[in-house]
């Protein structure tokens, strides 16, 4: 099992460049939000833990001490993009690789764990952690069909009225068998308004060769939020100290 981070974010609306840091390195109470990440996957050897990083990279190299592979994604093109450049590091495996995010902290190792083991259970190439939450932020919605079949992912901007009333979310966490993955990325365009390549297409790709994607699916949690604003990281900061209680 090896996994990968993404941890190249400037952190623009959460003013990070105002504290000359990294997005990933902003502090909840008093640890960096990277470090969280790394701690709930700890149960990964870390030397089969690729962190992609971009802005301020050398910060992030120094202050995450452990033998970690890094890979640097000097432009931002987007989270697909950001995968594509640790590939390097993982031409030759042949397993299953979770990607993750430096900027969500609140992902439990429990629920690491179950992702991975669903994936392994179900021998699909392709594992999409869900999340169905009664008030919705704004994140892609599944789309099943009668069979209860994933079939589609709608961004909430794409999304119809109807559309918007499902619960059940895409929350950006996948479990991708390794060389599938990188076969995929290199199918990616970036024909959209910020000319990025987004990871979420990845299983956009896979249903429209008709491949079968498999999901695990949590219920009302906190897990699902990452830190983009000032407000994101109080959140944050209040349910890591709710759990030390």
């Known amino acids: 099992m090896k996994a990968i981070v993404l941890g190249a974010g400037k952190g623009t609306r959460l003013q990070s460049e105002k504290y000359n840091m990294p997005k990933v390195l902003r502090r909840a109470n008093g640890r960096p939000l990277l470090e969280y990440v790394l701690e709930a996957l700890s149960f990964i050897p870390q030397e089969d833990i690729c962190i992609v990083v971009g802005y301020k990279k050398e910060m992030v190299k120094e202050e995450i001490q452990g033998n970690y592979m890094y890979a640097d994604q000097d432009e931002q093109l987007g989270t697909g993009h950001a995968v594509m450049m640790a590939e390097p590091y993982f031409r030759d495996y042949d397993g299953p690789v979770l990607i993750a995010y430096g900027d969500m902290p609140l992902y439990t190792r429990e629920t690491y764990q179950t992702l991975i083991q669903k994936h392994i259970e179900s021998g699909s190439k392709c594992t999409v952690l869900t999340a169905v939450d009664e008030n919705p932020p704004a994140y892609g919605r599944i789309i099943r069909n009668e069979a209860g079949e994933m079939v589609d992912i709608v961004e909430t901007k794409d999304c119809t009225p109807e559309q918007l009333q499902i619960k059940e979310l ?4 996948y479990v991708f068998d390794n060389q599938f993955l ?6 990616l365009k970036n024909d959209n308004a910020q000319k990025e390549y987004y990871l979420t297409d990845i299983p956009k790709i896979m249903l429209g ?5 498999h999901t695990y699916t949590i219920y009302d949690t906190d897990e699902i939020y990452g830190v983009n604003t000032p407000e994101d990281l109080e959140f944050c900061e209040r349910v890591l100290k709710e759990r030390r209680k």
């Not at 895409?170 to 966490?173: E, Q, R, V």
């Open 170 to 173: 895409n929350i950006g966490l």
């Open 182 to 187: 990188f076969q995929n990325l290199a199918l």
């Open 209 to 213: 060769k008709g491949e079968k994607i």
